[in-house]
T-cell receptor, first 109, second 111 residues
């Protein structure tokens, strides 16, 4: 069983629409991170969110540890937001991450 | 600071060859990770070092994959012998204890 599940696997939106990405975990974790990767590009950390709500620009992450889930909201999407969004949970408090398989986001003009 | 650097960016190897991938972490970071990324499997952890000590050797990858960290500013990943199924992007990341910072990756093709 995959320990980190992401949904949807892919999402196509029109520019300016809002995107909602979901991540759920099969075990409890004390740390959730969201990453972004453009095709052929470097993996980049977006938000480091242990619990509650954290915002960075147009990105808002909400993590509910006791429900073993996290979400990433992208408001007013732009074409440059297209790419793959990965969530990862910290495993056993030793900074190792277990990764989801990603949500591929496509923003159309 | 240039961030995490990896060389080479691309590598083509014949089946059975030995290849060595290199990584320079962000200065001052104590944690270093090697991952393999494929479309099917996603990100898989190969090795994890903390302060140059090997903490995780990637289980199923032990046989032909060996990562070393001889000093705090340089790590290598050796694959010996290579097989076509090793074709993937190999990523190195470093961390100061919070988030991980990734290099651009080495794209390996094994023929």
């Amino acid at each position: 069983e995959q320990q980190v599940q992401q949904s949807p696997a892919s999402l196509v939106l029109q520019e300016a629409e809002n995107a909602e990405l979901q991540c759920s975990f099969s075990i409890f974790t004390n740390q959730v991170q969201w990453f972004y990767q453009r095709p052929g590009g470097r993996l980049v950390s977006l938000l480091y969110n242990p619990s509650g709500t954290k915002q960075s620009g147009r990105l808002t992450s909400t993590t509910v540890i006791k429900e073993r889930r996290s979400s990433l909201h992208i408001s007013s999407s732009q074409i440059t937001d297209s790419g793959t969004y990965l969530c990862a949970m910290e495993f056993a408090s030793n900074y190792q991450l277990i990764w989801g398989s990603g949500t591929k986001l496509i923003i159309k003009p | 600071d240039a961030g995490v650097t990896q060389t080479p960016r691309h590598e083509v190897a014949e089946k059975g060859q030995t290849i060595i991938l290199k990584c320079e972490p962000v200065s001052g970071h104590n944690d270093l990770f090697w991952y393999r990324q494929t479309k099917i499997q996603g990100l898989e952890l190969l090795s994890y070092f903390r302060s140059k000590s090997l903490m995780e050797d990637g289980g199923a990858f032990k046989d032909r994959f060996k990562a070393e960290m001889l000093n705090s500013s340089f790590s290598t990943l050796k694959i010996q012998p290579t097989e076509p199924k090793d074709s993937a992007v190999y990523l190195c990341a470093s961390s100061a204890g919070d988030t991980q910072y990734f290099g651009p990756g080495t794209r390996l093709l094994v023929l």
